[in-house]
């Protein structure tokens, strides 16, 4: 079956717009069960594109790149921070150094720095793959926002992880990317979640908090 | 010849390695003797042969620029300076290594230094070129920190390494301006591209900042009485007489090889600093107390001299007179080449002196002629020729330096016609000051009575000691009889640099020197020589025919005060004294303070003297508080939160994004 151009261009930007509209809910989230939901649910989207992009363009091995995020970022990685805020019993928490609401602003306007970034420098190539770079742009840049308005632990995590997706939704949606670099940008995901994961088992033993200002005051940086 | 230098710099380095395991002193130096004699054989042949320059290119390096060596007239000119003096210090090493307290702090890093020397002259990319200089400098880092119990050797060795790295920085940006846009860091491609004005600029005064620094110019020399004293005496030698060799060595082959062409105020520039420089350090060398500091400072006026010499052949040919360019610059590598004879044998005879009384202080020394009789003539040479005292080879290359800087008065511009005659003048001044600094060294130190009880001890050193400083004071005499064998092996250097039609500027006869065409104004040290001892020999006779009665011995009249304590001689600190009052608040900033007993008080009084250098409070103290002050301030950041660490780079970041996206 072939699929016109303006198909295929359509449904990869839905998927993509999606994935960063799902950035900006991961930043509004006021509770943890929210934030990791809506990450689960980012997470899916981007499987998704994955997935369109495997069989629009007719390459399979984007297929097992969708598998992967839909595993381990969709089910595995949400299951298991969900048993951590269940067993620590902090999913009250989520504690912001910036308010919602200057975070929305802020998010809104990297987006639009990535948009304005992007769309002139790379004004050689398709329209798609411009597109495409200017929104994993703005998710990445957005993961990197919510891990530093965010001073739960947890919402750090999964603030590096949504950056994660920003770079995994790069790498699919430009045309000849290695198999490679997105198996490794897979594993480097596992790892940093297992490193996180001891993390937090440490933090929590210490401090009977996963509220990483604990951490700093024990340090002695704040009073 | 090239492979048999490169052969020899190579076994050098597998030395240095062995040095490491084997810590053999007869081999490591005897292996560094043998090394240094064969390259040094295979520059001369080659500079009395005259052939074409000789390339290699190893199949080692950067995947896009292998190792490139070469072997021309210049190189091999500096190879001589540096492996003839690195075969006389490694002989003299064999008897001087015996007295090293620690020699597995020093034997390891000599043959590595000498390697890191030849390298460098031999080098024809950037790329080895640098990492032979860092080499250098590190393996003579090691060496200054041989004695690293003493904390003034740690501090002077710290100074030495910053001082060393800033001029490194520099030199990589020389490069990298010459390299160009396209970067061809092989000295070949940098020959053939043409420099613009302001990078050329920029080339020449990175070049002489960054290799200026290692020269011990003024105000970059804080560092050079500080470390080449503390290296152990051979080092010193090779230190002062081949490392800022090889600093000049990298500002000819920038300013004269790779630039195509040269400005004429970059030549004011190097006048005005060479000429300071020589002043600074002479002064600074009248006043010192350590007799290895004392000539550490000569150091610096002596590169001063060839600084400025550089200076005069920048702007003559600029203004189009290579002839006289050309006789500037033999000038200048002439006078090189001798500092490199009599600093080398003068650093000798301090080794040989502290190795006999244990001390370098002059206020200990003294009476050492009679206890060290040998070591006292060849100090002597070396002093008197250090002093610009014909007939030796001191006084030849002055000459020629001051024949150049009367002929600077046909020069165009008008600043220059101002500065050639001042600088000319300094230069007078320092040579009158070296003098009164050299009688100060070899008076206080060898003559008149011990000042302490281990200098009444002392005893004549070895052989091998010995043998090396004869040679040098051989070759000081030498050179000063029969400059023209000096100018045989300079002649091809100017003839390479500034092209044949040049070479007559070479000036030489074989036993006089003579700007050309000008033999009116000819000088022959060996015609002078002649005169002298003819007249000598002449007077003796007259003399002895006239005087009717034989001589006779008898003890000299002592002022009605028998047998005085030999501290009423006249002291280091008192025979400096009138030249440091008059440059006192100028050049020193010395303090002066007599601490006088009360009346029935029986302790003595003291007069307590303090000088040091005005460059450390008005250029390097403001530095320190600088970086003191910011990086105090960045402490800061260094314990901020995961969170805020992260908000800068996001900072950082969204910032420079934001710029491209302005910018586009």
Request: charge should be positive; glycine fraction near 8%; hydrophobic fraction near 60%.
């Amino acid at each position: 079956m072939t699929l016109s151009e303006s198909t295929i261009y359509d449904v990869t930007h839905l998927l993509d717009g999606t994935v960063l509209l799902l950035s900006f809910a991961l930043l509004y989230q006021r509770r943890l069960f929210g934030v990791l939901s809506a990450f689960a649910l980012q997470s899916l989207v981007l499987a998704l594109a994955a997935a369109w992009q495997a069989f629009a363009n007719d390459a399979p091995h984007l297929y097992i790149t969708a598998g992967i995020a839909l595993f381990f970022k969709t089910i595995i990685i949400p299951l298991a921070l969900h048993r951590i805020v269940v067993n620590l019993g902090i999913h009250r928490e989520v504690e912001t150094a910036l308010g919602i609401g200057a975070t929305l602003i802020v998010g809104a306007s990297l987006a639009a720095l990535a948009i304005v970034l992007v769309l002139p420098v790379t004004a050689a190539s398709v329209a798609l793959t411009r597109e495409n770079l200017a929104l994993s742009l703005s998710v990445v840049l957005l993961g990197l926002l919510m891990m530093i308005t965010r001073r739960n632990a947890v919402t750090q995590v999964v603030g590096f992880m949504s950056l994660e997706n920003g770079l995994l939704l790069a790498a699919v949606g430009v045309r000849g990317m290695p198999f490679v670099v997105e198996i490794s940008a897979a594993f480097a995901v596992m790892v940093a979640f297992i490193i996180f994961g001891v993390f937090f088992f440490q933090i929590r033993e210490r401090f009977d908090t996963l509220d990483v200002s604990y951490v700093e005051r024990f340090r002695g940086e704040r009073h | 010849m090239l492979t048999a230098v490169f052969t020899a710099a190579l076994a050098l380095l597998l030395l240095g390695a062995g040095g490491a395991v084997l810590r053999q002193n007869t081999l490591v130096y005897g292996g560094s003797a043998a090394a240094c004699a064969v390259a040094f054989l295979a520059a001369l042949l080659w500079l009395l042969g005259g052939g074409e320059p000789e390339r290699l290119v190893l199949p080692v390096g950067l995947p896009w620029l292998p190792v490139q060596l070469r072997l021309d007239a210049l190189s091999a000119f500096f190879l001589l300076l540096v492996d003839g003096l690195g075969l006389l210090a490694s002989i003299y090493a064999l008897g001087y290594g015996r007295h090293e307290e620690e020699p597995q702090r020093v034997l390891p890093f000599y043959p590595a230094f000498l390697a890191g020397m030849n390298f460098a002259l031999l080098a024809d990319d950037a790329f080895s070129f640098l990492v032979a200089w860092e080499f250098m400098s590190l393996a003579s880092w090691l060496l200054v920190l041989a004695s690293h119990r003493q904390p003034e050797t740690r501090r002077a060795a710290y100074i030495y390494l910053v001082m060393a790295a800033f001029g490194t920085a520099a030199l990589i940006l020389a490069f990298g301006v010459l390299a160009g846009p396209e970067g061809g860091y092989a000295f070949e491609q940098m020959r053939q591209r043409p420099d613009a004005f302001w990078p050329a600029t920029l080339i020449a005064f990175l070049a002489l900042v960054g290799a200026g620094s290692k020269a011990g110019l003024a105000p970059l020399h804080v560092w050079l009485p500080l470390a080449h004293p503390a290296a152990p005496s051979h080092v010193s030698a090779l230190m002062s007489g081949a490392m800022t060799k090889v600093a000049l060595y990298a500002i000819i082959r920038i300013l004269f090889d790779l630039l195509d062409s040269v400005v004429w105020w970059w030549g004011l520039v190097f006048l005005l600093v060479g000429g300071g420089s020589a002043l600074l350090g002479v002064l600074f060398a009248t006043v010192q107390r350590d007799l290895k500091t004392l000539l550490a400072s000569s150091t610096i006026e002596n590169l001063g001299v060839v600084i400025a010499a550089v200076g005069l052949a920048i702007a003559f040919k600029a203004n189009g007179l290579p002839l006289l360019g050309a006789v500037a610059l033999v000038a200048g590598l002439f006078h090189a080449l001798n500092h490199a004879v009599f600093k080398g044998l003068l650093f000798l005879g301090a080794g040989a002196v502290l190795v006999a009384t244990g001390t370098r202080d002059l206020e200990r020394l003294g009476g050492l002629i009679h206890r060290m009789p040998y070591t006292a003539l060849a100090f002597l040479v070396g002093c008197a020729a250090i002093a610009a005292i014909p007939p030796l080879n001191g006084f030849a290359s002055e000459w020629l330096l001051f024949q150049s800087v009367i002929e600077g008065a046909v020069l165009p511009q008008w600043s220059l016609q101002f500065a050639v005659p001042v600088v000319g003048a300094l230069l007078a001044l320092s040579a009158a000051l070296a003098l009164a600094a050299f009688v100060r060294a070899f008076g206080i130190a060898f003559l008149g009575r011990p000042r302490a009880a281990e200098t009444a001890a002392a005893r004549e050193v070895e052989a091998t000691m010995r043998v090396p400083m004869g040679l040098l004071a051989a070759l000081a005499v030498l050179i000063g009889l029969v400059p023209g064998l000096a100018l045989r092996v300079i002649g091809p250097v100017i003839e390479a640099l500034f092209g044949t039609a040049a070479i007559s500027a070479a000036a030489g006869r074989f036993l006089w020197l003579a700007p050309p065409g000008r033999l009116d104004v000819a000088y022959s040290g060996f015609g002078l020589f002649a005169a002298g001892a003819v007249l000598l020999v002449l007077t003796v006779a007259v003399v002895k025919r006239a005087s009717r009665t034989a001589p006779r011995r008898s003890a000299p009249w002592d002022c009605g005060f028998p047998d005085p304590h030999p501290a009423t001689q006249y002291s280091a600190a008192g025979f400096a004294q009138p030249i440091r009052r008059v440059f006192a608040d100028s050049v020193f900033r010395a303090v002066e303070r007599v601490d006088m007993p009360a009346p029935g008080e029986q302790r003595p009084a003291r007069l307590e003297l303090r000088f040091d250098d005005r460059a450390w409070t008005l250029i390097y103290a403001p530095i320190t508080r600088a970086v003191g002050t910011v990086t105090e301030r960045l402490n800061v950041l260094q314990f901020l939160t995961i969170r805020r660490n992260l908000s800068l780079m996001f900072g950082a970041l969204v910032l420079l994004l934001a710029i491209i996206a302005v910018l586009r």
